[in-house]
Every structure is written in structure tokens, then in C-alpha cells.
């Protein structure tokens, strides 16, 4: 049997629990089956369980949002990227209005960097809102 090969296998649930799934697909997956919204649980379980694996290679976004005018906040997260040159695979900027700023990073790397990296600009004073999220495309992580 071949990793891509689709094997069948049947779960109980209760009637009540999976009533509220399928209102769940139908609500927030579109034109998603059943069968296609277990597996993406099923893989998104394997992937958050891999992510706490250092050596593993993740993919995902880093996202905040900070003042620009807050001391040398920006030359500050400016040094800590140009640590980071082989997991940022690309930088959105936008300037909110006077003093906000919201940033974007798309990241690759190891679980160990990426989070590293997440921590180190997430700690810096000034950056009010920011959130890693982590995934893996089909194919990574060999899934
Ligand atoms: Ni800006």
C-alpha cells in the first residue's frame, strides 16, 4: 500500500456530535465532504504534534502589529530579521495610519527557529498584537 493510497475505516460518534460537524463542514468548508474534513483534522493534529519537534521543518505567518515611533523599535526588529535570512521567505509592510504598523512574515525553517524567531519580535516593547500560526502544505511533513 502506498502513502497516497485512500484506505476506508468506520468510527462511532455519537449521533449529536456529528450532527454538529456536519453543520460545521456545511457552515465553514463549502463544498468540503466529511471525509475531506477528517482528514484535515487528522493532518492538522499530526502537524501541531510535529511542530513541537525542534528538527522538524514548518511552514507559516508571523503577524503583528506596532507603533513605529515606539523608541528603536523598528531598527530593533529590523536587526532581529536580518538574523533570520534563511526563514523569512518574504515580508508584507503596511502603514496602518500615522503611528501603526502591520507586518507580515512568511516563514520557513525549522520548528526551533521559527519559534525563536516568533519570540525574540514578539518580545520586543511596542509590538501590540501578534500571532505565530503555524501549517503545512500537502506533501510537507509527508502528509
Ligand atoms: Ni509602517
Not at 463542514?25 to 487528522?42: F, H, K, P, Q, Y
Amino acid at each position: 500500500m502506498q502513502d497516497n493510497d485512500l484506505v476506508r475505516f468506520s468510527i462511532a460518534v455519537p449521533a449529536g456530535l456529528l450532527r454538529q460537524f456536519d453543520e460545521q463542514i456545511e457552515r465553514t468548508r463549502g463544498d468540503r465532504n466529511r471525509s475531506e474534513a477528517v482528514r484535515d483534522l487528522i493532518r492538522s493534529s499530526i502537524v501541531r504534534e510535529k511542530l513541537r519537534t525542534p528538527e522538524e521543518e514548518v511552514i507559516g505567518s508571523l503577524t503583528m502589529i506596532y507603533d513605529h515611533h515606539a523608541g528603536d523599535l523598528t531598527r530593533r526588529l529590523d536587526d532581529i530579521q536580518h538574523d533570520y535570512t534563511d526563514e523569512i521567505v518574504s515580508t508584507l509592510h503596511v502603514h496602518l495610519d500615522h503611528h501603526n504598523c502591520l507586518e507580515i512574515l512568511a516563514l520557513r525553517g525549522t520548528g526551533e527557529r521559527v519559534y525563536e524567531l516568533a519570540d525574540r519580535l514578539l518580545a520586543l516593547k511596542g509590538v501590540s498584537h501578534g500571532e505565530l500560526t503555524c501549517a503545512a502544505t500537502e506533501g510537507s511533513l509527508g502528509l
